[in-house]
Protein backbone atom coordinates (compact mmCIF):
# COMPACT_ATOMS: atom_id res chain seq x y z
CA UNK A 1 0.00 0.00 0.00
CA UNK A 2 1.22 3.30 -0.71
CA UNK A 3 2.54 5.90 2.19
CA UNK A 4 0.93 8.98 0.64
CA UNK A 5 -2.95 9.15 -1.22
CA UNK A 6 -1.80 8.94 -4.60
CA UNK A 7 -5.10 8.02 -6.21
CA UNK A 8 -7.03 10.12 -9.01
CA UNK A 9 -8.67 12.92 -7.42
CA UNK A 10 -12.26 11.29 -9.75
CA UNK A 11 -12.45 7.42 -10.07
CA UNK A 12 -10.57 7.96 -13.34
CA UNK A 13 -7.14 7.27 -14.43
CA UNK A 14 -4.96 6.77 -17.23
CA UNK A 15 -5.24 2.77 -18.82
CA UNK A 16 -2.77 0.70 -17.56
CA UNK A 17 -0.99 -0.47 -20.03
CA UNK A 18 -1.41 2.86 -22.13
CA UNK A 19 -3.12 2.32 -25.17
CA UNK A 20 -1.00 2.15 -28.36
CA UNK A 21 -3.38 4.45 -29.97
CA UNK A 22 -4.09 8.20 -27.75
CA UNK A 23 -6.54 9.69 -30.05
CA UNK A 24 -9.83 6.75 -29.96
CA UNK A 25 -9.19 8.15 -25.61
CA UNK A 26 -9.10 12.03 -26.29
CA UNK A 27 -12.09 11.71 -28.42
CA UNK A 28 -13.80 9.74 -25.64
CA UNK A 29 -13.08 12.52 -23.05
CA UNK A 30 -14.22 15.08 -26.14
CA UNK A 31 -17.53 13.21 -26.21
CA UNK A 32 -17.76 12.63 -22.49
CA UNK A 33 -17.44 16.26 -22.00
CA UNK A 34 -19.95 17.18 -24.58
CA UNK A 35 -22.31 14.22 -22.94
CA UNK A 36 -22.21 15.29 -19.34
CA UNK A 37 -22.16 19.18 -20.51
CA UNK A 38 -19.66 20.39 -17.81
CA UNK A 39 -19.26 23.45 -19.37
CA UNK A 40 -20.59 26.11 -22.17
CA UNK A 41 -17.89 25.33 -24.59
CA UNK A 42 -16.38 22.00 -24.08
CA UNK A 43 -14.73 22.01 -27.08
CA UNK A 44 -12.63 24.90 -26.36
CA UNK A 45 -9.01 24.44 -26.90
CA UNK A 46 -6.74 27.00 -26.09
CA UNK A 47 -4.58 27.39 -29.49
CA UNK A 48 -1.01 28.34 -29.59
CA UNK A 49 1.00 29.47 -32.85
CA UNK A 50 4.73 31.14 -33.69
CA UNK A 51 4.22 34.91 -35.38
CA UNK A 52 6.61 35.36 -37.85
CA UNK A 53 8.58 36.65 -35.72
CA UNK A 54 9.28 34.21 -33.59
CA UNK A 55 7.24 34.95 -30.73
CA UNK A 56 3.96 32.48 -29.28
CA UNK A 57 0.81 33.66 -29.53
CA UNK A 58 -2.59 31.75 -27.39
CA UNK A 59 -5.90 32.26 -27.87
CA UNK A 60 -9.24 29.99 -27.65
CA UNK A 61 -11.04 28.38 -30.76
CA UNK A 62 -13.95 25.77 -30.89
CA UNK A 63 -12.42 22.44 -31.92
CA UNK A 64 -15.31 21.37 -34.82
CA UNK A 65 -14.16 17.56 -34.98
CA UNK A 66 -11.57 15.19 -34.47
CA UNK A 67 -10.80 12.46 -36.60
CA UNK A 68 -9.65 9.13 -34.96
CA UNK A 69 -8.38 7.91 -38.03
CA UNK A 70 -7.29 10.26 -39.99
CA UNK A 71 -4.90 11.72 -37.19
CA UNK A 72 -5.87 15.29 -36.86
CA UNK A 73 -8.51 18.05 -35.59
CA UNK A 74 -9.94 20.59 -37.25
CA UNK A 75 -10.87 24.53 -36.43
CA UNK A 76 -12.12 27.11 -38.36
CA UNK A 77 -11.01 30.60 -38.21
CA UNK A 78 -10.15 33.73 -41.11
CA UNK A 79 -7.06 32.62 -42.81
CA UNK A 80 -5.82 36.59 -42.54
CA UNK A 81 -6.53 36.71 -38.64
CA UNK A 82 -3.11 36.66 -36.44
CA UNK A 83 -3.33 33.14 -36.11
CA UNK A 84 -3.68 32.67 -39.40
CA UNK A 85 -0.54 34.68 -40.71
CA UNK A 86 1.34 32.97 -37.86
CA UNK A 87 0.29 29.47 -39.55
CA UNK A 88 1.19 30.22 -42.84
CA UNK A 89 4.56 31.35 -41.96
CA UNK A 90 5.21 28.46 -39.46
CA UNK A 91 2.52 25.55 -40.06
CA UNK A 92 2.53 24.15 -36.36
CA UNK A 93 0.09 24.23 -33.50
CA UNK A 94 0.29 23.20 -30.18
CA UNK A 95 -3.92 23.39 -28.25
CA UNK A 96 -4.98 22.77 -25.02
CA UNK A 97 -8.29 21.23 -24.09
CA UNK A 98 -9.15 21.91 -20.15
CA UNK A 99 -12.33 19.90 -18.70
CA UNK A 100 -12.13 21.03 -14.93
CA UNK A 101 -15.01 19.46 -13.95
CA UNK A 102 -13.64 16.31 -15.30
CA UNK A 103 -10.10 17.03 -13.76
CA UNK A 104 -8.89 16.53 -17.48
CA UNK A 105 -6.19 18.31 -19.54
CA UNK A 106 -5.91 16.99 -23.08
CA UNK A 107 -2.82 18.71 -25.03
CA UNK A 108 -2.24 18.17 -29.07
CA UNK A 109 1.00 19.22 -30.91
CA UNK A 110 1.55 19.25 -34.44
CA UNK A 111 1.87 20.42 -38.05
CA UNK A 112 -1.48 22.50 -39.57
CA UNK A 113 -3.04 22.40 -43.08
CA UNK A 114 -5.82 24.04 -44.72
CA UNK A 115 -8.89 21.97 -44.82
CA UNK A 116 -9.98 21.06 -48.07
CA UNK A 117 -11.57 23.98 -49.55
CA UNK A 118 -14.93 21.44 -50.03
CA UNK A 119 -15.06 20.74 -46.80
CA UNK A 120 -14.93 24.08 -45.33
CA UNK A 121 -17.95 24.91 -48.08
CA UNK A 122 -19.61 22.82 -46.42
CA UNK A 123 -19.10 23.53 -42.97
CA UNK A 124 -19.88 27.17 -43.77
CA UNK A 125 -23.18 26.36 -44.74
CA UNK A 126 -24.46 24.76 -41.76
CA UNK A 127 -23.39 28.07 -39.95
CA UNK A 128 -26.70 30.84 -38.49
CA UNK A 129 -26.60 33.17 -40.71
CA UNK A 130 -25.30 36.12 -39.15
CA UNK A 131 -22.18 34.21 -38.43
CA UNK A 132 -21.70 33.48 -42.27
CA UNK A 133 -22.47 37.58 -42.72
CA UNK A 134 -20.31 38.35 -40.07
CA UNK A 135 -17.16 35.84 -41.91
CA UNK A 136 -17.32 38.75 -44.14
CA UNK A 137 -18.29 41.66 -42.28
CA UNK A 138 -15.01 41.08 -40.13
CA UNK A 139 -11.30 41.57 -40.91
CA UNK A 140 -10.35 39.59 -37.92
CA UNK A 141 -7.70 40.90 -35.92
CA UNK A 142 -7.41 44.02 -38.02
CA UNK A 143 -7.90 47.63 -36.14
CA UNK A 144 -11.16 49.59 -36.39
CA UNK A 145 -11.94 52.74 -34.83
CA UNK A 146 -15.17 51.92 -33.39
CA UNK A 147 -17.96 49.65 -33.14
CA UNK A 148 -20.08 51.85 -34.73
CA UNK A 149 -17.65 51.34 -37.57
CA UNK A 150 -17.79 47.41 -37.42
CA UNK A 151 -21.62 48.23 -37.38
CA UNK A 152 -20.77 49.74 -40.66
CA UNK A 153 -19.01 47.02 -41.84
CA UNK A 154 -21.84 44.32 -41.26
CA UNK A 155 -24.52 46.76 -43.00
CA UNK A 156 -22.46 46.64 -45.95
CA UNK A 157 -22.02 42.60 -45.90
CA UNK A 158 -26.19 42.29 -45.11
CA UNK A 159 -26.58 44.73 -48.41
CA UNK A 160 -24.64 42.85 -50.45
CA UNK A 161 -26.71 39.75 -49.79
CA UNK A 162 -29.99 41.55 -49.52
CA UNK A 163 -31.54 42.79 -46.42
CA UNK A 164 -34.85 41.19 -47.10
CA UNK A 165 -33.29 37.62 -48.01
CA UNK A 166 -30.67 37.71 -45.27
CA UNK A 167 -33.51 38.83 -42.44
CA UNK A 168 -35.41 35.85 -43.90
CA UNK A 169 -32.59 33.93 -43.74
CA UNK A 170 -32.48 32.70 -47.33
CA UNK A 171 -29.85 34.37 -48.55
CA UNK A 172 -27.20 32.76 -50.50
CA UNK A 173 -23.77 33.51 -48.57
CA UNK A 174 -20.95 31.47 -49.69
CA UNK A 175 -17.73 31.02 -47.93
CA UNK A 176 -15.16 33.88 -48.02
CA UNK A 177 -12.37 32.55 -49.65
CA UNK A 178 -10.10 33.98 -46.71
CA UNK A 179 -12.05 32.06 -44.68
CA UNK A 180 -11.90 28.09 -43.90
CA UNK A 181 -10.65 25.36 -41.83
CA UNK A 182 -7.02 24.06 -40.77
CA UNK A 183 -6.24 20.81 -39.48
CA UNK A 184 -3.61 19.74 -36.68
CA UNK A 185 -2.25 16.30 -37.28
CA UNK A 186 -1.34 15.26 -34.30
CA UNK A 187 2.01 14.08 -33.69
CA UNK A 188 2.30 14.51 -29.76
CA UNK A 189 -0.85 14.04 -27.41
CA UNK A 190 -0.20 14.31 -23.91
CA UNK A 191 -3.71 13.16 -21.53
CA UNK A 192 -3.39 14.25 -17.91
CA UNK A 193 -5.69 12.90 -15.32
CA UNK A 194 -5.67 15.24 -11.69
CA UNK A 195 -4.25 13.16 -9.03
CA UNK A 196 -4.07 13.69 -5.41
CA UNK A 197 -1.26 15.94 -3.57
CA UNK A 198 -0.45 17.04 -7.38
CA UNK A 199 0.68 13.64 -8.33
CA UNK A 200 -1.62 13.60 -11.79
CA UNK A 201 -1.58 10.82 -13.98
CA UNK A 202 0.39 11.30 -17.08
CA UNK A 203 1.11 10.42 -20.52
CA UNK A 204 2.35 11.26 -23.83
CA UNK A 205 2.26 10.02 -27.61
CA UNK A 206 4.47 10.59 -30.12
CA UNK A 207 4.88 9.42 -33.38
CA UNK A 208 6.25 10.16 -36.80
CA UNK A 209 4.20 12.00 -39.50
CA UNK A 210 5.15 11.37 -43.24
CA UNK A 211 3.45 13.54 -46.10
CA UNK A 212 1.02 12.20 -47.87
CA UNK A 213 -1.10 13.08 -50.70
CA UNK A 214 -2.67 16.27 -51.43
CA UNK A 215 -1.60 18.42 -47.94
CA UNK A 216 -2.26 14.70 -45.21
CA UNK A 217 -0.12 13.23 -43.06
CA UNK A 218 0.04 9.73 -42.52
CA UNK A 219 1.17 8.74 -39.00
CA UNK A 220 3.56 6.16 -38.06
CA UNK A 221 3.39 4.15 -34.92
CA UNK A 222 3.14 5.94 -31.62
CA UNK A 223 5.36 5.66 -28.83
CA UNK A 224 3.96 5.78 -25.40
CA UNK A 225 5.23 7.15 -22.51
CA UNK A 226 4.19 7.98 -18.41
CA UNK A 227 5.38 11.03 -17.24
CA UNK A 228 6.05 12.11 -14.22
CA UNK A 229 3.70 14.91 -12.79
C1 LIG B 1 -15.23 30.43 -26.37
C2 LIG B 1 -14.53 31.05 -27.54
C3 LIG B 1 -14.56 30.43 -28.77
C4 LIG B 1 -13.92 30.98 -29.87
N1 LIG B 1 -13.93 30.29 -31.06
C5 LIG B 1 -13.23 30.79 -32.11
C6 LIG B 1 -13.11 30.03 -33.30
O1 LIG B 1 -13.57 28.88 -33.40
N2 LIG B 1 -12.44 30.60 -34.34
C7 LIG B 1 -11.88 31.85 -34.26
O2 LIG B 1 -11.30 32.32 -35.24
N3 LIG B 1 -11.95 32.57 -33.13
C8 LIG B 1 -12.61 32.07 -32.04
N4 LIG B 1 -12.66 32.78 -30.88
C9 LIG B 1 -12.02 34.11 -30.82
C10 LIG B 1 -10.50 33.92 -30.64
O3 LIG B 1 -10.21 33.59 -29.29
C11 LIG B 1 -9.69 35.15 -31.06
O4 LIG B 1 -10.12 36.30 -30.36
C12 LIG B 1 -9.79 35.44 -32.55
O5 LIG B 1 -9.79 34.26 -33.31
C13 LIG B 1 -8.64 36.33 -33.02
O6 LIG B 1 -7.42 35.72 -32.71
P1 LIG B 1 -6.05 36.12 -33.44
O7 LIG B 1 -6.03 37.63 -33.53
O8 LIG B 1 -4.97 35.59 -32.55
O9 LIG B 1 -6.06 35.49 -34.79
C14 LIG B 1 -13.27 32.22 -29.74
C15 LIG B 1 -13.20 32.85 -28.49
C16 LIG B 1 -13.82 32.26 -27.41
C17 LIG B 1 -13.70 32.93 -26.06
Redesign the pocket.
Known amino acids: MAILDMSTSGERTLPDPLPADPMPLLLAWFTEAHERAVQP?PN?MTLATVDPDGRP?A????CKAIEPNAGYLV????YR????RALEANPRAAVVFHWDALDLQARVEGPVVRAPASESDAYFQTRPIERRVGAWASD??EPIESRAALEQKVAEAVARFGVAEVLSGAAAIPRPPHWGGYRIYAERVELWVAGNGRLHDRACWERRLTPGADRTFVGGMWAATRLQP
Open positions: NASRIVLFHTNSRKGQS
